[in-house]
């Protein structure tokens, strides 16, 4: 089966430009500058507002524009989506600088799977128009700030015409939200009105995936206090929406893009405009020309692969002419061969001598024939291409010769083998009927941490004299290219999906490493990096196995392939292909880098510090850029080093928490501090937090939801009294409970709430104090153990004894259970992450074991979300990251208690590294009152199971086999995952986890078995801890 090696670009491949660089002239156009002339199959409307107020095109721009929208238009009806509405008319306002906008400006064709992508994941709000309704005649007020409407509450955006009078009865309907509020006003004696926008479309959604079809539709201004950098404006853009709805809008103000990206291509005209355009921005950019210069030089890139061996490249031949600095440096290894030349006149000899030498040389095996090719920039997408056999020498040499006469500065002459053909299927089986010629194209992607992912494989198939390139071959799935050629075995196919996979993620990780050591200037600007990549394979064999040989990498191509693979976008997708679109990765990584960016500056006050368990936070508050303020009572805190200013003040006696939440905020006022947000991750500071923010003016949840949700009776009482509508109620998760303060209260509760049941604190925190009772003699005798030992703070810091140390009584329920992590804004659910807690060691209720994601069933886990937000709303906590205990018993999600608080132990940590969200960056974005910019439907990209390590049951092994320095050397070696809790090893009757310790695998059972191994090495594993049980829920 021969492998074509020839370029997979088309002949014509420049999404934004006409002209090369250099200035050559366009083959299709000659020289006209002025898009193909192309007839696209379909029909829509001609008469849209693509004109940029303030920014006139040109007849060419112009025409560049109308053939990008027609194109536009053409791919949604071929995917079976809905037309481009034009809004234009009534310019859209917005929140400049305090809403994600996701930018891209490039052909429609090759990023339209990454648009649709985005209006899913950030589908943005539905925000009304007007601020106030206008009788007739008044004029009409300039735009003002307005309060945001669900979209649920209206969805009239079928009419893009202007409006008619209201009077009319125009776009009258039971439906449209503006019609409601008509008829309303009416019976309520408004009289005759009118509206400041199209009468038909009342709330116009704030959609934060943007397609610029125009440089002209963009603006750079100077960014004050950034000497050279330039914030990016939006004047005008295509608007993306979940289903596939798009519409033409204009911003009045413009909004200002959190992260941009271009398709960059070789027009002297759009393509400079567009690179321009990416250059030094303050904000996030996924691509820029400094960095697609290198990253589309072949010659650059296989001897970067090369010096790294982690992939294989065609054996090549380079003759360079004034190489750019990062190629000089000699051969990277016997398989690349690199050629400096004084000049490209008078080279016969050489050339002859290295060109005869590399034919017979070893490192290009067994195969027969050799490319000769261009190299460099200028030649990106051309299909300059000459194959010879490997034995006329003379005819390489004429050709690499013809070939250097076209060369300038930094380009280069490369001679590579053809790939042997790799005879499928292998080994053994029956051969298809015609030799095949297979292409694999690769979309990987930046994910959390700088790590690379493989999010999509398409394959090109053809016939071996037609071999298969970019846009003239229908893409398909890996397994049915192989299987095409003959290769159906199910383990062969996945070994080499899998071989795939670790290649082209190591070929991303190796250009992200080059980039890390490019200045600012080199990478197009301080936020310039690549965060997808495309690369193409070649199949051949090595040591009897199917290996992919790296031939080149792109940067849109092989995206717009798996794009084409995906859309058949209208249709279900089965199988392999229906688990993640090629772009939800980049998409993902769009919302992370705007959500740095939104926040890289913002003061926040953050009251109460934490343990060691929370340092985190002080790293991850200096990556993000965030200025924080810190309200800590022990002076002697290692955080106050850490912050800008550190405010000593006593906050444990929290019966005070209305009057010091009075003094904090008259300290704040005096120290001048211009506080963006204000908020806290620790339980005993929850409330004072909320007063704070109140007496301050800054976003928070009311202090009466912090003050219900912190007491466990109240939060479950106040439950079990909501009983709808809407239907399922909160009381369907409540659980019986009683308040106890007295010995009295103890002998009544017995008799109210059904036994064996749990005891613990009401303003408890780590399960401290939590115990099973089986009848009133084991809840007398545990109220008296508790109001004995636990009387105040210096008892237990940090468990809740500053609120009392008063008990409670509930009821306790049988079944799994379950943490469930929420982001909520505006009362809306942004993020659940949902993982499962092994069984406890009874009486008491310590943690011993955790799994995530969830093992639950669809329909359980959607059960457990929605138990937990309703419990949440049902007290009033709307906005937040809230972490919800439940247990799923056989009658359904019944709650245990709700901590308005991020999720505390290994959770942030967790959700991070398996979601890419951090639920602390997520929290400070609510602070601030800024919408947390996250997907709709984050994807886990492994599992993790951990346990929990007690120093009474593990002293020994943590102080010898398991030692912090052990676990951390294998932290450090990607062995485990190590979160530290406490910092001393020191047992007491009321302890709290020393650390937890975790593994990844691509499945529960992988994970679960590398951790239970662990666990018996390090000595964690024993009689009395026997983690096999601890882990037995998880299988």
């Known amino acids: 089966m021969p492998l074509s090696l020839d370029p997979l670009g088309p002949e014509w491949d420049r999404p934004l430009g006409s002209k090369d660089l250099d200035g050559e002239e366009s083959p299709e156009r000659e020289g006209s500058g002025l898009p193909p002339i192309s007839c696209f199959p379909g029909s829509w409307r001609q008469d849209v507002g693509l004109d940029c107020k303030g920014s006139p095109e040109g007849a060419e721009a112009r025409a560049w524009t109308v053939y990008y929208y027609s194109l536009l238009q053409s791919c949604l009806q071929q995917a079976g989506l809905p037309e481009t509405q034009d809004r234009s008319q009534v310019p859209h306002t917005g929140c400049p600088g305090a809403e994600v906008t996701l ?17 899913v994941q950030s589908p943005g709000e539905c925000v009304p128009k007007f601020s ?11 735009a003002q700030p307005h309060p945001k409407i669900p979209t649920s509450l209206g969805n009239c955006l079928h009419s893009t015409g202007p409006a008619a009078p209201l009077s009319t009865g125009v776009g009258s309907g039971k439906n449209c939200l503006l019609c409601s509020i008509k008829a309303r006003l009416e019976v309520l004696g408004a009289g005759d009105i009118s509206l400041p926008w199209p009468a038909t479309c009342p709330p116009l959604p704030t959609g934060n995936m943007l397609l610029c079809l125009s440089p002209a539709w963009l603006m750079k201004v100077p960014a004050s206090g950034q000497l050279g950098e330039a914030a990016l404006l939006v004047s005008k853009a295509v608007s993306f929406y979940p289903g596939g709805l798009t519409f033409l809008d204009d911003f009045v103000p ?6 941009f990206l271009a398709g960059l291509g070789l027009g002297a005209g759009r393509g400079r405009e567009a690179a321009e355009l990416a250059r030094n921005l303050t904000c996030p950019t996924g691509a820029s020309v400094e960095l697609a210069r290198l990253l589309e030089d072949r010659l650059l890139m296989r001897q970067l692969l090369s010096q790294q061996g982690c992939v294989a490249v065609p054996a090549t031949l380079a003759f360079t002419y004034k190489p750019p600095g990062l190629l000089q440096g000699g051969d990277a290894s016997p398989g690349l061969r690199l050629v400096e ?7 016969e000899t050489l050339v002859t001598e290295e060109v005869g030498a590399f034919l017979q040389s070893e490192a290009l095996g067994d195969a027969v024939q050799v490319a000769v090719k261009p190299s460099g920039w200028r030649w990106r997408g051309r299909q300059a291409l000459c194959l010879h056999p490997r034995v006329e020498l003379d005819a390489v040499v004429d050709t690499v010769l013809a070939l250097l006469e076209k060369l300038e500065e930094e380009e280069s002459v490369l001679v590579e083998a053809m790939c042997p053909p790799a005879q499928l299927p292998f080994p053994g089986g029956p051969s ?19 790590r690379p992912l493989l999010s999509k494989v398409v394959c090109g198939v053809g016939r071996e004299d037609r071999p298969p390139r970019h846009q003239n071959s229908l893409p398909r799935t890996l397994e049915v290219a192989l299987a095409q050629c003959g290769l159906s075995e199910a383990a062969q196919v996945a070994a080499v999906r899998q071989r795939v996979k670790e290649a082209a993620e190591a070929v991303l990780a190796a250009v992200l490493a080059l980039e890390a050591g490019l200045s600012a200037e080199q990478r197009g600007g301080r936020r310039a990096c690549t965060d997808f990549l495309g690369v193409d394979f070649a199949l051949t064999v090595s040591g009897r196995a199917l290996t992919p040989v790296a031939l080149e990498l792109n940067s849109s191509l092989c995206l717009e392939a798996c794009g084409t693979l995906e859309g058949l976008w209208a249709a279900p997708r089965l199988g392999l292909a229906a688990e993640e679109a090629a772009a939800a990765p980049l998409v993902e990584t769009m919302l992370r880098r705007s959500a740095r960016y939104l926040m890289e500056g913002k003061q926040l006050l953050l009251v109460g510090a934490g343990g060691v368990s929370k340092k985190f936070v002080w790293e991850a508050a200096r990556d993000y850029g965030l200025k924080l303020h810190l309200v800590e009572s022990d002076p002697n805190h290692f955080a106050s080093q850490l912050v800008q200013t550190f405010i000593h003040f006593d906050v444990t006696d929290h019966r005070r928490d209305e009057e010091n939440a009075r003094l904090l905020a008259e300290l704040v006022r005096a120290r ?17 937090t909320a007063l704070l923010c109140r007496e301050l003016g800054l976003p928070c949840c009311p202090p009466a939801a912090m003050c219900l949700a912190k007491q466990k009776s109240r939060t479950q009482l106040h439950l079990s009294r909501h009983h709808g509508p809407p239907w399922p109620a909160p009381s369907l998760h409540a659980v019986a409970c009683c308040p106890l303060e007295s010995e009295a209260d103890v002998e009544r509760a017995v008799h109210q709430v059904p036994l064996p049941g749990v005891m613990k604190l009401e303003f408890g925190a780590g399960a401290v104090g939590v ?15 508790i109001t004995r030992d636990l009387q105040g703070e210096a008892d237990h810091p940090g468990i809740g004894l500053g609120w009392g140390n008063a008990m409670l009584l509930m009821e306790f329920v049988e079944g799994t259970e379950h943490d469930v992590d929420l982001v909520v804004f505006g009362g809306r659910l942004l993020a659940a992450f949902v993982s499962d807690n092994g069984p406890t060691r009874l009486p008491g209720f310590t943690e011993t074991a955790a799994c995530m994601p969830t093992g639950l069933a669809p329909e359980q886990e959607a059960q457990m979300v929605q138990a937990a937000f309703r419990c949440c709303l049902g007290c009033g906590l709307l906005d937040g990251v809230f972490n919800v205990e439940l247990k799923l018993t056989g009658a359904g999600p019944r709650l245990i208690e709700i901590n308005p608080r991020m999720g505390g132990f290994y959770l942030r940590d967790w959700i991070l590294e398996l979601y890419g969200v951090d639920l602390l960056l997520a929290a400070a974005m609510v602070a601030c009152g800024l919408r947390p910019a996250l997907p709709t ?6 599992h993790l199971v951990g346990v929990m390590c007690l120093v009474s049951q593990h002293l020994q092994a943590l102080s010898s086999t398991a030692s912090r320095e052990t676990l951390q050397a294998l932290h450090d070696q990607g062995l485990l995952r190590l979160n530290m809790l406490e910092e001393a090893l020191v047992p007491g009757e009321y302890e709290e986890p020393y650390c937890s310790v975790a593994c990844a695998g691509s499945s529960p059972a992988e994970a679960r078995l590398r951790l239970l191994g662990l666990c018996q090495g390090l000595g964690i594993d024993g009689p009395n801890y026997p983690v096999a049980h601890f882990l037995s829920h998880f299988k």
């Open 103 to 119: 930018c891209i400006l490039g052909s429609p064709s090759t990023f339209l799977s990454v648009l649709l992508e985005g209006g």
């Open 132 to 142: 106030t309704l206008l009788r007739k005649g008044q004029p009409r007020p300039l």
């Open 254 to 259: 413009p909004r200002r893009a959190t992260y």
């Open 341 to 347: 030349l004084s000049g490209k006149e008078g080279q």
């Open 432 to 450: 298809p009927s015609r030799e095949m010629a297979v292409r694999i194209c690769t979309v990987v992607c930046r994910t959390q941490g700088d």
């Open 672 to 688: 001048g501090l211009q506080l963006d947000g204000c908020f806290s991750y620790w339980d005993d500071c929850l409330v004072l």
């Open 771 to 785: 115990q099973l009772v089986e009848d009133a003699s084991q809840c007398h005798e545990h109220f008296s153990r």
């Open 937 to 942: 439907h984050p994807h886990a990209r492994g």
